[in-house]
């Protein structure tokens, strides 16, 4: 990189001079804002973005499924069309460092060098449910940097990592045949924010029983693919974009609410108050309905400015 570029090409400067760089084709830039907003930045940064919107495709499934594999493959279809791409890998975080634990993105290796993508490992950090707190504010970001799609994928190891069905449509579950795939995806909960199921590596004996199995436990589309050879990847794409072209404001707004609760739980999971509270009400000093208003008073007051928006039909992400 041509180290007399700006400030923000190389990585340094304000946010605004980042959003500069970022909007003129800096990758580099585009990912330092990312980082500002894990950290205590993101609201400086957001405040220098205009709502925008964009489509959002969640990718979730156990471990060894093959879903960076699928994603790679996906993004290489979306790429052909011109689309500009970001891949937000959600990890689990490390306790030692806060990091993702699962950064190396070997298989998504052929878009390194593209410019029009963008792939990121973005740690968990202690947050309630499977997805970075900060994956709302990088959305918006991306949107505001012009992406046309982003691609988040999690880990799906159980309930808790079902949360990105809150901000993506659709959210695509991915499996494999046999080992019980299917019925310890149905126990983690997995199937119920399926929009599509894909069993992936169906080359492999057992995909026609897991594929019936599915059918028992679900009525969303299934499908079949080896993502590794490009099998089936042309007609996920072809679901995905017509599960988009189906959405609706109501669904739209059920997506923000499990956003905006979410993020709320872990807040109030962090308010300096709540030991306080706990050892009070175990006490017998304060019972607990009277802890949960001091923890979190109800407001029913909205900004004029947000409830204007909200009645207006505008939705900026997700």
Do not use: W
Not at 1 to 11: K, P, V
Not at 38 to 62: C, D, K, S
Request: with cysteine.
């Amino acid at each position: 990189m041509n180290t007399n570029g700006s400030a923000g090409e190389r990585g340094g400067g304000s946010p605004a001079e980042l959003i500069a760089a970022a909007r003129a084709g800096s990758v580099r830039a585009a990912g330092r804002l990312l980082t500002l907003i894990e950290g205590e930045q993101r609201h400086e940064v957001l405040g220098l973005l205009e709502p925008a919107a964009i489509r959002v495709v969640g990718f979730t499934g156990p471990p060894g499924a093959g879903k960076s594999t699928t994603i790679a493959a996906v993004v290489t279809a979306y790429r052909a069309q011109g689309l500009r791409v970001a891949v937000l890998a959600v990890d689990p975080s490390s306790p030692y460092s806060g990091g993702a634990l699962l950064g190396d993105r070997i298989r998504m290796a052929a878009h390194i060098d593209d410019p029009q993508v963008l792939i990121r490992s973005m740690a968990t950090r202690g947050h309630l449910g499977g997805l970075s707190a900060a994956v709302p504010a990088a959305i918006r970001l991306l949107a505001a940097l012009s992406y046309d799609l982003v691609v988040i994928e999690s880990v799906g190891v159980g309930q808790s990592e079902i949360e990105i069905a809150a901000v993506a449509d659709p959210t695509v579950v991915v499996l494999t045949p046999g080992a019980g795939d299917a019925v310890q995806a149905a126990k983690a909960g997995l199937l119920e924010v399926a929009d599509l199921l894909v069993v992936n590596k169906a080359d492999r004996p057992g995909a026609d029983q897991t594929v019936r199995e599915l059918r028992a436990e679900s009525a969303v589309p299934i499908l079949t693919a080896v993502a590794a050879d490009g099998t089936g990847i042309p007609e996920l794409v072809t679901a995905v974009d017509e599960h988009h072209r189906a959405d609706t404001a109501d669904r739209r707004a059920a997506r923000a609410r499990c956003q905006i609760l979410s993020l709320a739980h872990s807040r109030l999971r962090a308010h300096p108050g709540l030991d306080t509270l706990a050892a009070a009400v175990a006490a017998g000093r304060c019972d607990p309905y009277t802890a949960a208003e001091l923890l979190a008073p109800q407001s029913t007051e909205i900004p004029a400015a947000v409830a204007g928006h909200a009645e207006s039909g505008g939705s900026a992400v997700g």
